[in-house]
């Protein structure tokens, strides 16, 4: 649907029906998420939820609708928090990748075991926000092995049962279990990112015969990247949802008809922080072994817990921010690194400012998420290893007392190299007279790099993208009028496409007066990419006056192509020989105006 469908904070559709739909605005692939975001999130049987970090501490719990009901303390606050999942009796199971913790909601420990497999560092080896996963039942307690290739099988006491070593010598992310339903055999499914596989083993021969009884390879969709499947999620009535963390797309399969692919949910491929798009999901949950509740989503990427109805709808969405102890100093101005992005440079942290008494910071330096080993001064000398990756630093708080509160984490300061996608040094700005009738512009921003070769665009109303609004001009209409309008760029360049980056919002006030002509193209659009077999082509609008949105179709030897309406197209077979074109039509109030771009002709 080509991005065109958008959500509302509360009750608006925030996930579509994507078949290998293509999002207009791509931002590039995300890199590990910071310690201070969401990254496990389990769903009662009465819709409330916890959410657990990799920087551990304490667990946020929300009620059914994302409010904040306050937090739970882990008896392994030094530890990250892999996964969880609540048992049929309301406990938590928190899995710290070397150990497994069994809480009351207020985090009395009823038991605590190891895993089989020793320590479980935290590193780009054993990452907790890509490997390990956990799945409790009625008797047992299912463990993906965040740094061992298996998956173990314990005892409610945590009585070490079987471990399940699976194929090949990659990690899993994610366990889930599914009864027999219509002929299919109960299921354990393992999710294997780096194999782009999810392995289904017949649950009854897990000890007699553990071998895969079906695998379940994800498929590329055109446009996307090689996915990597996480995050599972599985229902009573045999269906299979499957996160696609490279391509931010949730897979849904029928088991019960050999695994057919039926849908997708969100807004594939690419990261975005619009309201319902994701970035990064690293758990997904559902509730009593339905999909009746929907699912909850850990959007770690854009630092929120989503949740979704069964059929793609956001319900709400919570910044879930990680919580510190009681009485602990409170972060009212985030840290901030300054210095120049270099290797050999030295970087300096700003702790930023707190509200209430500190007697001690720490701080630690993050490359792409995950903690540097021994970089915990306020100052950080630049290393080759950080060339082409983002640096941040994380402080925590603490008051004289002893509690610490939640880590508050800078902005990331990229570390650009010669084969680097452009990173964002100055974030765009709306300029001009902000109101009903005028013509406002969006800046490209300043990247690092040479100059990018071209620029995507957005412009949004209260965080929902404006279809066909993809340049840097936009006409304020009525319909505006008391509500935010924010502009996104993403800088390209020949390595690739940038993270998006948003412009602060401006509210409209009211008119502005004034009148604006019917659009007039000054510049054709053109047809970006290679024209080859299976390639997707991009269509840019060219540049025309009076900031008209855009609409699309593209053509074949000048007749139209039925289902083409998207600024994007894949070179199929029947293309061969033949010369495309896109025709643009842009529209105001004053009326509308076509412009084509020149042909191209595709080859194998």
């Known amino acids: 649907m080509g991005g065109a469908l958008r959500a509302a904070l509360m009750g608006g559709f925030a996930t579509t029906l994507v078949v290998g739909g293509l999002v207009a605005l791509p931002s590039g692939p995300a890199t590990a998420v910071t310690t201070g975001r969401p990254i496990a999130v389990a769903a009662t049987d009465n819709g409330a939820s916890y959410v657990g970090y990799a920087s551990g501490g304490r667990l946020l719990r929300l009620d059914r609708d994302g409010a ?35 809480l009351k909601p207020d985090g009395t420990v009823l038991a605590q075991f190891p895993l089989r497999g020793g320590t479980c560092p935290v590193n780009e080896a054993h990452d907790p926000t ?15 092995g965040r740094c061992v290739a298996t998956v173990g099988i314990y005892s409610l006491d945590g009585e070490h049962r079987a471990s399940i070593d699976l194929p090949g010598t990659s990690l899993p992310r994610d366990v889930a279990l599914a009864p027999a339903v219509k002929g299919l055999s109960a299921r354990m499914y393992v999710s294997m990112p780096d194999a782009g596989k999810v392995y289904a083993y017949n649950a009854a021969s897990l000890l007699s015969d553990p071998q895969p009884a079906k695998t379940l390879v994800i498929k590329r969709f055109p446009g996307f990247r090689d996915p990597e499947p996480g995050a599972l999620t599985a229902d009573e009535k045999g269906q299979l949802g499957v996160m696609d963390i490279e391509n931010n797309a949730l897979h849904f399969y029928n088991g019960p008809e050999n695994y057919w692919y039926y849908r997708t949910l969100g807004h594939g491929p690419d990261p975005a922080s619009d309201r319902g798009f994701v970035d990064r999901v690293t758990a997904v949950d559902n509730a009593d072994g339905s999909f009746k509740q929907g699912l909850w989503i850990a959007d770690s990427g854009n630092g ?10 956001t319900d709400w969405m919570t910044d879930a921010l990680p919580p510190g102890d009681p009485g602990a100093p409170v972060n009212g101005t985030l840290p901030r690194i300054t210095g120049q992005p270099y290797a050999g440079k030295t970087l300096t942290c700003d702790l930023g400012t707190w509200e209430g008494a500190a007697a001690s910071y720490d701080v630690s330096w993050l490359r792409d998420g995950l903690p540097i080993p021994g970089a915990t001064d306020t100052d950080y000398t630049v290393v080759a290893k950080d060339v082409a990756a983002e640096l941040a630093c994380q402080v925590t708080a603490n008051a004289a007392s002893g509690a610490s509160s939640a880590p508050a984490t800078s902005e990331v300061f990229p570390i650009a190299g010669p084969s680097s996608p452009p990173f964002v040094l100055q974030r765009p700005e709306i300029r001009g007279n902000v109101g009903s009738g005028a013509v406002v512009r969006c ?11 071209r620029y995507l665009r957005g412009w949004l109303r209260d965080g929902q993208l404006l279809p066909g609004t993809n340049a840097p001009e936009y006409l304020v209409t009525d319909n505006d009028i008391y509500h935010e309008l924010t502009c996104r760029v993403a800088a390209v360049n020949r390595n690739g496409t940038g993270k998006v980056a948003l412009s602060e919002p401006v509210l409209v006030e009211g008119h502005a007066g004034g009148h604006v002509g019917q659009p007039a193209n000054k510049q054709r659009p053109r047809i970006i990419g290679t024209a080859k077999l299976g390639k997707v082509l991009y269509c840019d609008p060219g540049a025309w006056d009076n900031a008209p949105t855009f609409t699309y179709v593209w053509r074949r030897d000048g007749s139209a192509l039925g289902g083409s309406e998207k600024d994007q197209y894949q070179v199929l077979g029947d293309d061969l020989g033949h010369r495309l074109t896109c025709l643009v039509t842009g529209t105001n109030p004053s009326g509308s105006r076509q412009a084509s771009s020149g042909s191209v002709k595709p080859r194998r």
């Open 130 to 144: 890509r490997y390990g996963g956990i799945e409790v039942t009625r008797d047992a307690v299912y463990v993906a």
């Open 443 to 453: 800046t490209n921003g300043t990247w690092t790099g040479a100059e990018p070769t």
């Open 68 to 102: 904040v009901t306050g937090s739970v303390p882990l008896d392994r606050d030094d530890q990250p928090v892999t996964a969880l999942d609540v048992g049929t009796d309301g406990s938590i199971w928190v899995d710290y990748g070397a150990s497994v913790s069994r």
């Open 304 to 313: 929120r817990i989503q949740h979704w109805d069964h059929i793609g709808t």
